[in-house]
């Protein structure tokens, strides 16, 4: 069969979506294994992944699911849901104002004049029993070697696991997270793995990160990464509760609110492309 396909984007981070919304018969497909088939960059579409667009339930306008590069399912994607939410309110699935059931639970957001999408995306965990860790209390400037670095990292859920550490000035942030970032993914105390950034304070109010995501390796950009990163910052008390954070692939402005302790992220969300994929590959889907 032909599968299509919409290619969106949230500052580089792309995933193929696939739209169950106006295409029900598309949830037959093996979504692990098509997602392993076409995120490769050179044999397949190229992506960080895929992502499902779902009808909604409740108080849900929309739903999403969303499965890594490597087959694995994860619980949320902000740069994802973000393009998710700017295409819902296109395509006339929902509101300018909308929530979006994801594993991590509601997600609201609103698309704003201009094309970008603000996210509230909830409150911050600090307890290892609650991001996935193993232990009691709270990982909080933990030092840790990996890889002949030494890093003080802290533990932070934001629907999903992220272990978030701080460099010396010295280190070049994406040669540390292509460098450490395998192996801290898979750490001792993380069973169910994790997504790692290295951050940087470059001032009041300005952030500079790279990501090694679970399941995907180093991307653009991570949303739910700039989010856990603001607010490690906050709690360790290397910056305030609101920050541009520089990614690869661009900014996203991200605020930590003091009134209901939930975590608001602002950034774009944009379309590459659109096209079919055939599905399953093999001899039969070849074109001659």
């Given at each position: 069969?032909?599968v299509?396909?919409l290619?969106l984007?949230?500052l580089?981070n792309?995933y193929?979506?696939l739209?169950?919304v ?5 949830a ?10 076409v995120?490769?960059r050179h ?7 895929v992502i499902?667009?779902l009808?909604?339930d409740?108080?849900?306008?929309l ?7 490597d087959?694995?399912e994860g619980?949320m ?8 939410m700017?295409?819902?309110?296109a395509?006339?699935?929902a509101?300018?104002?909308l ?12 698309v704003l004049?201009g094309?970008?999408?603000?996210v ?9 029993s609650?991001?996935?860790f193993l ?5 909080r400037d933990?030092?840790i070697?990996v890889?002949g ?6 533990g ?6 992220h272990?978030v550490?701080?460099?010396?000035p ?12 395998p192996?801290?993914?898979r750490?001792?105390?993380a069973?169910q793995?994790t997504?790692v950034e ?5 001032g009041?109010g300005h952030?500079?990160?790279e990501?090694w995501?679970?399941g995907?390796?180093?991307t653009?950009?991570c949303?739910t990464?700039?989010c856990?990163s603001l607010?490690a ?6 910056g305030g509760r609101?920050a ?14 003091e009134?209901?302790d939930?975590?608001h992220?602002t ?7 659109r096209?079919t994929?055939a ?6 889907a070849?074109?001659?």
């Amino acid at each position: 069969m032909e599968v299509p396909f919409l290619k969106l984007h949230g500052l580089g981070n792309d995933y193929v979506f696939l739209d169950l919304v106006s295409q029900s018969e598309l949830a037959e497909l093996d979504f692990a294994a098509f997602a392993r088939s076409v995120s490769p960059r050179h044999t397949g579409v190229g992506s960080d992944g895929v992502i499902l667009i779902l009808g909604g339930d409740g108080d849900a306008d929309l739903g999403m699911r969303i499965f890594n590069a490597d087959g694995s399912e994860g619980e949320m994607c902000g740069n994802g849901v973000r393009c998710l939410m700017r295409y819902g309110y296109a395509q006339g699935y929902a509101p300018r104002v909308l929530g979006v059931r994801t594993r991590a639970g509601l997600i609201r957001g609103e698309v704003l004049a201009g094309g970008d999408v603000r996210v509230d995306m909830g409150s911050p965990r600090f307890e290892q029993s609650e991001i996935g860790f193993l232990g009691d209390g709270v990982l909080r400037d933990r030092h840790i070697a990996v890889q002949g670095h030494e890093l003080l990292c802290s533990g932070v859920s934001m629907g999903n696991p992220h272990l978030v550490c701080f460099p010396g000035p010295d280190h070049d942030l994406r040669a540390l997270a292509l460098a450490a970032g395998p192996e801290l993914e898979r750490a001792s105390f993380a069973p169910q793995r994790t997504n790692v950034e290295f951050v940087r304070v470059l001032g009041p109010g300005h952030l500079a990160m790279e990501v090694w995501e679970r399941g995907s390796g180093r991307t653009q950009a991570c949303g739910t990464g700039a989010c856990a990163s603001l607010v490690a910052a906050a709690w360790t008390g290397r910056g305030g509760r609101q920050a541009d954070v520089e990614l690869a692939g661009g900014r996203l402005h991200v605020e930590w609110s003091e009134e209901d302790d939930h975590v608001h992220m602002t950034g774009p969300a944009s379309f590459s492309f659109r096209g079919t994929v055939a599905w399953p590959p093999g001899k039969d889907a070849e074109p001659w």
